[in-house]
Structure formats: structure tokens, C-alpha cells
DNA sequence: AACACGGGGAA
DNA sequence: TTCCCAGTGTT
């Protein structure tokens, strides 16, 4: 297919060096179904092979079809995502797996997927690609950025997106994408992992170079441009940790809405902007008939738009049946928390 | 259209 | 440090 910026190059091509070049990934060692693809798909949303690697084999082990996702306690599910971030994509998972169950079955096909909680268009494409052999285009971050060189695109994303994904849909005129469409789109991923890369791309060795404009004009790894995002702000909270003889630890869960929503934390202050001075934040302690000791120390976490400054207040009772032993809570928190630890 | 939402690996 | 990752949902 021509379109105004040019001809697309061979999918053929592209799939001939996949059929070389391909990553031996977890998630491609079976028959692509549906459950096996959802899993990987959420949890990649934002995260990177090398961080979901030895998750997704351990979440498969614990949740190994989506009648038990949708059997499991949202406590189960937590404790399982720990650590990867974006709690909101487990909270959907599992409201989408008891839908999943209330329907009789899979959707069948990537419409059906798209009206599931936490399923967008890039995540329906890739299931309707990879699971149900649809004729689409996943458009992540790889194929973006693989699409903007081929065209040197220089529309800074997130304006240039639509541009992107209407160029990124002309492949599905070539025969040779609509027999394999699931091989495609992870070409297209592989290209943009291992060859296309964000910065000093090896265009020397790129199966597409001969199409590639960007490459032709020497600008490669300066697309796709990006429009100036934000800057990160601070934040400053004080947390508790009540203690007893036992070694255990007093949590709480976290509102299913905004930061580590939904996750177990150690009670604290909210989060703002300015520092808590000691007596202003035990206003915020789970109890206050106990001797607080501000424990020396902070600790720095960043999330994507904060920069979050963490303060320990300690106290000891004699018994807490409620309390979590310490190891197993090392093992249920989000990442934020888990840094207070050292500190108690 | 802009923002909220984690965490880690690579340059 | 900064960038960016197999993005989605809300405002």
C-alpha cells in the first residue's frame, strides 16, 4: 500500500528476520491462548520484559486459568503483583476475569475483549493479533517508534499518534502480514526492542533499512520527538510502625483509589507537598496513647510525576494479633513501602 | 488534551 | 541523572 508519505516495506521481510531473530519469551513457549496472552499482555503494559520475565511463570503457577483469577481474593492478587506497579491493571485483571466467568467464556474476538476493564485499544489489537489471528496492529511504544522512522514523522507525540496508527495500519494490506498477524505485531515489538532501539539504533543492521527514511536522512534516533512532559514534584509523608514482641507489624489496605490503590501500607499522613513536622503528623497515627519515636533516616522513592519522602515514627506494644509478621510483609508490599523497613 | 498511575533497567 | 518501557482510565 502508498500512502502520501511513501510505500510501507516487506511484512515478508520483516517476518523472515523475525523467523531468525526472534526472543525466545515466555509467553511464546505455548500455543498462543487467550489467557496465556491477556496475562503477558497487562502485565507488559508499561514494563519491561526483563521486569516481567520471572513474574509471569510464578503468576501463572498461582492463577494458572481465569477460573482461578476469578476465584482468587483480591488479598491473593495483591500479594502476587507486589512490586510490579500499577496496581490498577491487577484490580482490573480480576474484575475482568469474574466478568469473563459471568459471560460463559471469552470474548471471541478483540471488540469483545476492548469492553473488558483494563483492555484499551493497544491491548485488544495485540489479543485479537497474537491469541485470535485478526488482521491488526498493535500500536505500543515499539511499533510508534519504529513506524515514526520509517516515515520520518517529526509530529511530536502524543499529537503525532493517530498519523502513527493509521501508517501503522497500512501493513494489514500485505498479504504476508494477514497470514500471520500474531508473528507480525512481535516482529514489530522484537524490531523495536533489540534493532529500532530509543537512542543509537543499529540501523547498519535492520532488515528494513533500504525503506527506512529516517535512516536515509541520518535522523533515526532522533524520532519519534517527544512533546516536554511535567516536571516531577516533591512529596513528604510520615508513616507508623507499630511493632510488638513477636516481630509483627501493624499494616493497612490502601483505598482502591490513587497511589499504591488497593495495596497493604503502613499507616501514615497523607502525602503533600510540604514536610510533616513530628507532632503534626502523630495527629495521623493509628493510635496515639503510645510513645512515638521518630526513627533517624528517610527514604526517597520516585513514582513517574513524584518524588515521595518518607519518614518512621516507631512504637512497641506487647501483643498485635492483627499485625503481619515482618517477612511476610516484605513479601506483600508495594515497592514504596518496603523501603521504610530499614529503617525501623 | 492532560493528568494519574510504579518500578526498574539502560544509557 | 534521564529516559522509557508490549498503556489504561479519569477528568
Known amino acids: ?61 498461582r492463577f494458572p486459568d481465569v477460573a482461578a483469577l476469578a476465584a482468587a481474593d483480591w488479598s491473593e492478587l495483591a500479594e502476587e503483583w507486589a512490586g510490579l506497579g500499577y496496581y490498577a491493571r491487577a484490580r482490573n485483571l480480576h474484575a475482568a476475569a469474574r466478568a469473563i466467568m459471568a459471560m460463559g467464556g471469552f470474548p471471541t474476538d478483540s471488540t469483545g475483549w476492548r469492553a473488558l476493564p483494563g483492555i484499551g485499544p493497544y491491548t485488544a489489537s495485540a489479543i485479537g493479533a497474537i491469541a485470535l489471528g485478526e488482521p491488526l496492529v498493535p500500536l505500543d511504544g515499539n511499533v510508534e517508534r519504529v513506524v515514526a522512522r520509517l516515515f520520518a514523522i517529526e509530529t511530536p507525540l502524543p499529537a503525532a499518534k493517530p498519523l502513527l496508527g493509521r501508517l501503522a495500519d497500512g501493513f494489514t494490506a500485505q498479504p504476508a502480514m494477514r497470514a500471520r498477524p500474531g508473528d507480525f505485531a512481535q516482529a514489530l515489538f522484537d524490531l523495536g526492542a ?103 533516616g528517610v527514604a526517597q522513592h520516585g513514582f513517574t510525576h513524584r518524588d515521595l519522602t518518607m519518614r518512621v515514627m516507631l512504637a512497641r506494644v506487647p501483643e498485635l494479633p492483627e499485625g503481619v509478621p515482618l517477612d511476610q510483609a516484605t513479601r506483600s508490599l508495594p515497592s514504596a513501602m518496603k523501603k521504610l523497613l530499614p529503617l525501623l
Not at 261 to 288: K, S
Open 1 to 61: 500500500m502508498t500512502s502520501p508519505l511513501g510505500a510501507h516495506p516487506s511484512a515478508a521481510e520483516l517476518l523472515a528476520w523475525y523467523d531468525r531473530a526472534a526472543r525466545r519469551l515466555a509467553w511464546r513457549d505455548a500455543a498462543p491462548d487467550p489467557y496465556r496472552i491477556w496475562v503477558s499482555e497487562v502485565m507488559l503494559q508499561q514494563t519491561t520484559v526483563a521486569a516481567v520475565g520471572p513474574r509471569y511463570a510464578r503468576f501463572l503457577a
Open 194 to 296: 533489540t534493532i529500532c532501539t530509543p537512542r543509537s539504533p543499529a540501523c547498519a543492521i535492520c532488515p528494513w533499512r533500504e525503506g527506512c527514511r529516517a535512516a536515509a536522512r541520518g535522523i533515526a534516533g532522533e524520532l519519534p520527538r517527544k512533546s516536554p512532559k511535567a516536571a516531577r514534584t516533591a512529596l513528604h509523608g510520615v508513616h507508623f510502625a507499630l511493632l510488638d514482641e513477636a516481630g509483627r507489624l501493624l499494616l493497612e489496605r490502601r483505598p482502591e483509589s490513587g497511589l499504591l490503590g488497593g495495596m497493604l501500607a503502613l499507616p501514615g499522613t497523607p502525602w503533600r507537598a510540604e514536610p510533616w513536622a513530628d507532632a503534626e503528623a502523630l495527629a495521623h497515627a493509628p493510635r496515639t496513647d503510645l510513645d512515638w519515636q521518630a526513627r533517624p
